[in-house]
């Protein structure tokens, strides 16, 4: 069986004091899932303070992006050493934020998911088309590009390090999710591809699902054979309701 993933990103939010309370939230609750591993993802500078709250939990931190170096003259950036330093054991890579605001490309994308396996760190790789895109009836063009940019040259033992997150833009922020019969057209897309660059890691590389999931809607989007986890947002800054994806799982 797969392995099953709900994260949380929690993007530009969170002080230490709301990521204590956040945390202490989760522990308080049924976080914990047979099924599922957990995993946050605060800001950099609470990572610390999640990572000593959430020790010796079943809920793992991840961070949200990471620089492609080991280190240097990059004012503003993280290595991927660091966040392990902090307790980090994933990093989100690409998310479609990082790829709209920061102009990041499947080329850094890749260098950084090369950086990430190289240090111990899980990536979690995210594609996802625009809603032009996919009005335009490109969806597999833009997504099956990422997957092969982004994952380019990646060995079978890494790739079966790897997780990968279908986030289609439309649906980030916006309270639209893709149904479950969507996004397991193009989760099942993605594992065709992963079949292509090695079967057995195919099987196992998790295949998460973004974009407005909510209490209501995960375990609709979960019961897809295709869907191995969810990467939550909004929904994951209010413990219940990020509790109640879990349990969904
Ligand atoms: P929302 O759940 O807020 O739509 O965000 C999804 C996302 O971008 C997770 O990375």
């Given at each position: 069986m797969r392995r099953m993933i709900i994260a949380g990103n929690w993007k530009l939010f969170g002080t230490i004091a709301e990521t204590e309370n956040l945390c202490k939230g989760l522990l308080n609750g049924?976080?914990?899932?047979?099924r599922a591993e957990v995993l946050v993802c605060p800001p950099y500078t609470a990572l610390a303070a999640a990572s000593s709250l959430l020790a010796d939990s079943h809920i793992a931190v991840g961070g949200q992006d990471m620089s492609e170096?080991?280190?240097?003259?990059?004012?503003?950036e993280i290595s991927a050493e660091m966040l392990l330093t902090v307790g980090a054991t994933f990093v989100i890579l690409g998310h479609s934020e990082r790829r709209q605001y920061?102009?990041?490309?499947d080329q850094l994308v890749n260098a950084k998911a090369v950086r990430a396996l190289a240090s111990g760190l899980t990536p979690i790789i995210c594609v996802g088309e625009t809603l032009e895109e996919r009005e335009s009836g490109r969806t597999e063009d833009v997504v099956g590009a990422q997957i092969a940019g982004t994952l380019k040259d990646l060995s079978a033992e890494d790739l079966k390090k790897t997780v990968v997150a279908y986030e289609p833009v439309w649906a980030i922020g916006t309270g639209k999710t893709a149904t479950p019969e969507m996004a397991e057209a193009v989760h099942r897309f993605i594992r065709e591809r992963l079949v292509a660059l090695d079967n057995e890691a195919a099987e196992m590389l998790p295949i998460l699902y973004g974009g407005s999931v909510k209490p209501n809607n995960a375990a609709g989007l979960l019961?897809?054979?295709?869907?191995?986890?969810a990467l939550v947002g909004?929904?994951?800054?209010?413990a219940d309701d990020f509790i109640a994806i879990i349990n969904a799982a």
């Open positions: 049924k976080s914990r899932s047979e170096y080991e280190g240097g003259a990059y004012t503003g920061h102009a990041e490309t019961s897809q054979p295709n869907i191995d986890g909004g929904a994951s800054l209010k």
